[in-house]
């Protein structure tokens, strides 16, 4: 019956219910929009593991995100090509440099250097085929799309990166980064614009496919030994993927203060749709009066409560959720980086849905003026 009747309240009484399912949908739409920016931005730090198709990253040892890797000895390569369940190694390269553009000034950029065979693991995800056939002539770089504006080129245009002439080639699709920005060129090409890669052999990464990707864990486990791990350290791509974002998310400020805003739009959700709740049960306090003097017990008015709560919970969610796929599809028109994955969603929702039962809870305090009495005043 409570259920019911809470329902049929919320259908008959909708406009006094509308400003609580609003605040809701805006509280999922702030929480989940800030998530999927958060993850997002720290996601680009990871780009060049998620954009490629390697399944075992090997790096220097105790390497806390992607975008932070020290160079490795060159030897690490013969060593991994022993164990029969690696199909190839490649070395990857991640160097620095200053961008000058026809239009003067200075832009501060990632090199990435890859192996440009057609069928490269690294940044495979990024680039077609026809892309690395491009990086093949030296001196020559890509960037990504959405970069171009900010780096005043154009495919085709010429730049100088640490005082040598470069020229762009073509673009990557999904490489944006936030801050910098990401140039990919050849192994050769990184080489000679960083001059710090090129006193040794030493690489950043090796990238390795394996025969079967099913059996990550156990050559990761095999190549994990004390001995080992003093010069280098084996990751899955998920792994390394995962610690990327850990680091940014809660070692740096900006994560930090991401998670800040997010728990202050929580709070501020709470309280709007707490008030208006309240308002919406203070102006039911004489229909609520009329059944505690019928005989229906508190108990089961504390219920009619809650389950309405929970209903402008779950309409708002559906708004707030419907609210931010249209974000999200604004973020993909500008490259705007925005992870808005399954996991966050699951996450927001169960957030904005406690939200409105707390909300729910501290308006059952009015409940206590729908005395039977109220009726005779």
């Known amino acids: 019956m409570a259920v019911a009747l809470a329902r049929k309240t919320l259908v008959h009484e909708w406009r006094r219910f509308l400003p609580a399912v609003m605040s809701v949908g805006f509280s999922g739409v702030l929480i989940i929009v800030q998530g999927a920016l958060l993850l997002g931005i720290v996601g680009t730090n990871a780009l060049p593991v998620t954009q490629s198709r390697a399944d075992l990253w090997v790096g220097f040892p105790g390497t ?7 160079s490795i000895d060159a030897g690490a390569a013969a060593e991994l090509l022993v164990d029969p369940r690696i199909l190839r190694v490649e070395p990857l390269l991640l160097g620095s440099g200053d961008w000058r553009g026809p239009r003067g000034g200075g832009v501060s950029v990632t090199l990435i250097g890859i192996d440009t065979r057609p069928d490269g693991l690294g940044l495979a995800e990024a680039m077609p085929r026809s892309g690395r056939a491009l990086l093949t002539e030296p001196a020559t770089v890509l960037v990504d799309a959405a970069d171009l504006d900010k780096l005043g080129t154009t495919i085709g245009g010429a730049a100088e990166i640490n005082g040598q002439r470069v020229r762009v080639v073509g673009t990557t699709d999904g490489m944006r980064a936030m801050g910098g920005v990401n140039v990919v060129a050849s192994l050769a090409t990184v ?65 930090v203060g991401f998670i800040f805003a997010t728990i202050v739009a929580l709070l501020v959700g709470t309280l709007i749709t707490s008030q208006t709740l309240t308002a919406a049960v203070a102006a039911s306090t004489p229909q609520y009066a009329t059944l505690r003097a019928i005989g229906v017990p508190f108990p089961k008015l504390r219920r009619i409560v809650v389950e309405q709560a929970a209903w402008v919970g779950a309409v708002g969610l559906a708004l707030g959720l419907a609210g931010s796929l249209l974000a999200a599809a604004l973020a993909y028109l500008n490259g705007i980086p925005f992870a808005l994955g399954p996991g966050i969603m699951a996450l927001s929702g169960g957030l904005v849905l406690s939200v409105a039962l707390l909300a729910g809870v501290l308006a059952l305090r009015r409940l206590r003026h729908a005395d039977p009495a109220a009726l005779l005043r």
């Open 64 to 70: 806390q995100s992607a975008d932070l890797g020290r």
């Open 191 to 255: 080489r000679a614009l960083d001059r710090s890669l090129a006193a040794a052999g030493d690489v950043t990464y090796y990238l390795a496919a394996l025969r079967s990707p099913g059996a990550s864990r156990a050559v990761k486990a095999r190549f994990s030994q004390p001995e080992t791990r003093k010069r280098f350290e084996v990751w899955t791509a998920e792994d390394l993927a995962g610690r990327s974002v850990r680091y940014w998310l809660l070692e740096s400020g900006a994560g």
